[in-house]
């Protein structure tokens, strides 16, 4: 498993896509997060296709913290199934990578 990982998270709209990226990365549970602006999303949901706009985020943390970041993102979605998945970071340069370990450090006694 790579020790990098770059999480996706679909949302329905900016003020939800803006507060998870606020309480992720300020608990450290990721070094940084982009939000990409909306996006058409064609979808099954309930026997039916679907469409629809939303927001998508990206956030670069460890490996070791995706299921912690994956739960404080669960408890925030609004959706019954959030899409959330990890695709793993293949390679970066040196400094970009330790940046993202020693911003997803928790803080001693946190």
């Known amino acids: 498993m790579a020790e990098f990982v770059e999480v996706h998270v679909t949302v329905p709209d900016r003020d939800t896509a803006e507060r998870i990226a606020d309480v992720v990365?300020?608990?450290?549970?990721?070094?940084?997060?982009q939000l990409v602006a909306p996006v058409t999303s064609v979808?099954?949901?309930?026997g039916e296709i679907n469409r629809?706009?939303?927001?998508?985020?990206?956030m670069m943390t460890t490996a070791e913290r995706f299921d912690e970041l994956a739960a404080?993102?669960?408890?925030?979605h609004?959706?019954?199934?959030?899409?959330?998945?990890a695709v793993p970071l293949v390679a970066g340069t040196a400094d970009y990578l330790e940046w993202i370990r020693r911003e997803t450090t928790p803080e001693p006694g946190a």
């Open 72 to 76: 404080a993102i669960w408890e925030l």
């Open 78 to 85: 609004p959706y019954e199934v959030p899409q959330i998945i």
């Open 25 to 33: 990365v300020g608990e450290r549970l990721a070094a940084a997060a």
């Open 43 to 46: 979808y099954w949901w309930r």
């Open 52 to 58: 629809g706009e939303e927001w998508l985020l990206f």
